[in-house]
């Protein structure tokens, strides 16, 4: 009987450890790509096609190269404005209608809720073309509004999808207080739901903004020279030039940081917001 | 006119040529001596010859882009034919099938002493390959030899000779694609845009402008002794631009360009046949112009 | 928390003021319209004419004609098969990657909490940083997936100017990307289901593998549902990576839908012509995301 235990309690050792192994070998060649970024952001560009991949000679020259480039740093401003913007127009105006959805009953509820929701599909080359054409007409063309509002209409969408089961989630309890203390709907809105809602917005203005950081194809057509954001810039740096990987993977990595630094600080929010739109319960 | 001077230049390795040992080995094996390569059959020898020392005879350019079909002209236009004629303001399909398939074979043959993707090659892996002193010969355009003399940038940097191209069986066909300064008829301002037209184009103009990257397309800045020795692809520029040939420009050009561009790509590539796809080409490039 | 359906449970209409809800909706409604709407109809119109971007004023009605034509367009139908096939078998890979090591990373411990949250990384990151960093790490000579390549006997070969092998980096790019994605969406499912379940996919032995098939697979089933559909919207419409590792290159070998759209967008600027094919991907997105919607969506008194 002993031997028995013995013997089941070493197979349970084996089996921890190979699985301790699997999962580092997971996540050694997961985040491998994420290594190459970061290193090869402290080569020169010379460096990195001539000397190979494994030789690490750290210098600090490509990211002067990067931060003296006056059209990367204009760019990473522009991000840095079109994502903040987007995101406060989408979390202001994504929870008032998500909150009319949710606390309210009237005509053509769903068939609103629907088309904000559905609408979040569309695919955006194909919305990238009417926007290209309807842009010139508005003299919208490389300007921070109209990337703006390119942003915008995916994160709406989204923003209100997102809000949709904390707003409903709040009972009805707190609403009949306040109508009972005499207060007008805006009231009821902005004093007690918005907060009660907060991990919600705080999830819902991570993802507005990241995805606004990461985005790339409205910008690109959308944008020229004035309005251009660092993900187009960054890409313009592989060129008519000879590859300048040193200079474009520092400057990628810059754009990482406040990527990594959100998702790794608020991931239990982040994977809170991704299931509550998604699983029931 | 001309806002700069954008024509072929024929790239070569100084330090190459020059080399001893090579220039023994070189000599015994072809009978003749290494150097520029002035001819096509030069060209490929020698291509040939440093293939088989480890270093790529040659970097093509065929990515799917306008610079594919300037390739296929340049070839064609060595070999003494050209896709489309435009005379008096008409466009003519004047292909010659036989000179064709012997440029596209010629080509083919250049393709096998070149880098790994040859079959894919924009500027940045040419420039890349070329840089990193793995390249023995091959052309350039002006506003990209700079990239090649930063020493920041390349391994080669002092170590290029700059000319115009090889002569092929019948001519020297640099291709010329000299960007423009153009008034619309409709203009509201003729005179202002015809005074900065003369500004930009002047001698001390170019002169400001050289030391930021300009290529100026007069000749007294092209031949100027203070340039030669910093930039001594200007004189090549000079050399080229007097075999300078043009791509045959009307207003379908893009069309034709991509027709060209697909079939010269397929040839060259294997996919096929050189006869089958210079008929293909003369065909559809024909109902494109007759539409 | 109480089980709420989603769209909230009040059972009467407010008072307070002509329909308040409104005030609360008509800026997203508006919005929305503008710069989302009103765009997409007006693509529709723009589908029917032959219309150079150039030469608008020369724009020619042809009905239906762009979509006739884009059905025997044969780069399109390359670009629909390529696309077909980047979904068909990205996807499943991603789904079965994540499914699994949610079950491998199912353990208590510091070792795995860490583990579980830095695989989000990847989903994170930027798809242009993606798309760039593979295309570097596989330049024939200094890239360090070609060195190992190399290495290992392959030759020195510029793998993205190799037709089939850049399609399949395309692929890996993706799943690289997306599997942790996955694994998340089905983690987290995973870590809601009731403790008992939980407990039965502890590995620990040979019965394991039919516990898992029998009891927590069906269990995980609406969710993995949800991943699915959201990962294939998505994959539909995939662009950015592609568009910066090979530009839809070489050839036409990697030119999935978006790019071809792209393409004679704003390089050929047939801009009707690609308005009809945006068209086409939007109807196919839509129909998607309807069942998306529908599933999880829920009114009054659908849930108990």
Known sequence: MKANVGRKRGKKMVVSFILFIVSLIVLIVELMPIMVVITSGFKRDIDIWVRGPFCFKPTLQSYKEVLSNTDFLMSLKNSLLVGVSSTVISIIVGAMASYGLTRYVFRFKEAIAYTFLGFRMVPQISLVIPLYVMFNYLRLRDTLTGIILAHVSFNIPYVIWLLLPFFAAVPRDYEEAARVDGATEKQIFWRVFFPLVSPGLVVASVFAFLMSWNEFLYALILTSVNARTAPVAVNGLLGQYAPKWGQLTAAGTIMLIPVFVITLSLQRYIIKGLISGGIKG | MPINANVYVWLTRKDLINDPKYRTEFKAKYGYDLGVPKTFKE???????????????????????????????????????????????????????????????????????????????????????????????????????????????????????????????????????????????????????????????????GQKLIPKGFTPARSDLLLNPNYNKERPWFKAIFDSMRNAVARPRFTKYPEASQIIRNYWLAAISGKMSPEEAVRKMKDELSELVGK | MSSASLLGNSKTKKSGGACPHWFFIIPALVIVFAILIFPVIYSVYMATFEWHLFYSAERKFVGVGNFIQLFRDKEFLHSLWLQFGFVVIALPIE????????????????????????????????????????RLMLQPGYGIISFILEKLGFGVKAWLAEPDFAYGMVIVQDVWRMWPFMFMFIYAGLTGLPKEIIEAAEIDGARFWTRVFKIILPQLRPTIATAFLLRLVDALRIFSEVYVMTGGGPGNATMLLSLYINKQAFEFFNIGYAAAMGVVLLVLALTLSFFIVRGNIQFEGERG
């Open chain 2, 43 to 205: 060209l490929r020898d020698m291509a040939e010859f440093f293939y088989s020392k480890g270093i790529y005879g040659f970097a093509p350019f065929t990515k799917q882009t306008e610079g594919s079909t300037a390739e296929a002209i340049f070839m064609f236009e060595s070999f003494g034919t050209s896709p489309l004629t435009v005379q008096g303001g008409k466009v003519v399909v004047s292909l010659d099938e036989k000179k064709a398939v012997e440029a596209i074979n010629f080509y083919k043959e250049l393709l096998k002493f070149s880098p790994p993707g040859a079959l894919d090659m924009g500027h940045s892996e040419r420039i890349a390959a070329f840089n990193q002193g793995k390249v023995f010969t091959m052309f350039q355009w002006p506003a990209l030899v700079p990239q090649h003399e930063d020493p920041n940038n390349s391994l080669v940097a002092g170590k290029i000779i700059y000319s115009a191209p090889p002569v092929g069986p019948v001519k020297v066909a640099a291709i010329r694609g000299c960007w423009v300064l153009a008034m619309p008829i409709a203009s509201k301002n003729k005179a202002a845009a015809a005074e900065f037209a003369y500004w930009w184009a002047s001698y001390e103009t």
């Open chain 3, 95 to 134: 789904t079965v990657l994540g499914f699994f090591v949610a079950l491998l990373l199912n353990r208590e411990g510091k070792f795995y909490a860490l583990v579980r949250s830095l695989l989000l990384l990847p989903v994170f990151i930027l798809p242009v940083i993606s798309g760039l960093t593979w």
